[in-house]
């Protein structure tokens, strides 16, 4: 198996975001957190942005809530220089930063207050995406941090990361919104007669669909769009861009799962097309055991002799029964733990076979949920090399 060196990674000044993606389940927010520790702790100033509404970051951190902003994670060993701060992105505040900065206060009022625009930015599909890019962007702007740990968000799909920045670009640059906005670009009384004129059929059959006055806050709303948005489409490609950059690298998440892994492979496979830098995959709750010589079929046989010889007992005060199904409960429970392990080998093995360029880091599985700093230390030391 092709290794993956974390700490190489993390501990090279040339990297400076980190990408955690994979799909749901499979520990992204934990990597991202342990990762981002783990080179704060070596030296690095590290902002971890996570777009998961869990609040197992913030718990696992000590923080007692994450926001908008950056907060400064204590309890960090920062006697190497580095820093750890950690935000989760709040989706709706992100759109209404955009459009303060984009807007005097008076049109960006406006449109705070235009119930299109809060639907869209609570709700419209592929806006967290986007949001997270946007963030990203701010933040790799600043320049305050030298390392961006980026927490994808969760989502039936993996990819849909790669594909909201297209797909909201596409929604505001498409037809319906060109033509919903032609007469705001008219101005005055020319608006209305071109409205009455030329856009009278198809309005009118809009507002039979969505309503007369939902098609006015449409119309309001595009009409601000234009001239606050403008470069919408601008941020969305120069973040993509960044995404393919000199010193971002992409870190597929997964587990030893069938549906994972193949889910893993599909995203590795799209990162090459887009030419995104993969570094590697990072494969959570692996299984193992220091008890491998004793085979499971072995193991099943012992306990199936254990128990019927403890069966075959005729003093039942004895605690010799007793003692006997006790080991042959452990002897199956042994049994049962080879073929997981075994499962996950193969599992990993068809991964491998297919991509054996992709290096692998593996993390054990743990006996708990990690739940502190500790805890993400634990991940982090298994990641790096101890």
Known sequence: MNRLDIDALIDDLGTRILVCCGSGGVGKTTTAAA?????????????VLTIDPARRLAQS????????????????DESKGG???AMMLDMKRTFDEIVEQHADPERAQQILDNPFY????????GTQEYMAMEKLGQLHATGEWDLIVVDTPPS???LDFLDA??????????????ILSAPAKVGGRGALKFLSAGMGLMTGALSKVVGTHLLTDIQTFVAALDTTFGGFRKRADATYKLLQARGTSFL?????????????????????TERMPLAGLVL??????????????????????????ADGEQDDESPRPADLRLVAGLLTLHAERLRVIDREERMRTRFTSIHPEVRVAEVPALPGDVHDLDGLRVIGQSLGSG
């Open 252 to 272: 597929v998440v997964a587990a030893p799962e069938k549906d994972a892994l193949r889910e893993a492979a599909y995203f590795v496979e799209r990162l090459g």
């Open 165 to 178: 920045p297209q797909r909201l670009g596409s929604f505001l640059d498409g037809r319906l919104i060109r």
């Open 118 to 125: 809060q639907s869209l930015s609570s709700s419209f599909a």
């Open 284 to 309: 959570n709750r692996v299984h193992a055991t220091r008890a491998g010589r004793l085979s499971a079929e072995r193991s099943v046989a012992a306990a199936e002799a254990l128990t019927e010889q």
């Open 83 to 85: 820093s750890l701060h």
């Open 156 to 158: 039936r799909s993996a």
């Open 61 to 76: 951190m000590g923080l007692t809530e994450l926001d908008n902003t950056p907060r400064r994670v204590v309890d960090v």
């Open 35 to 47: 990762l981002g520790l783990r080179a704060a702790e070596r030296g690095r100033d590290v902002v």
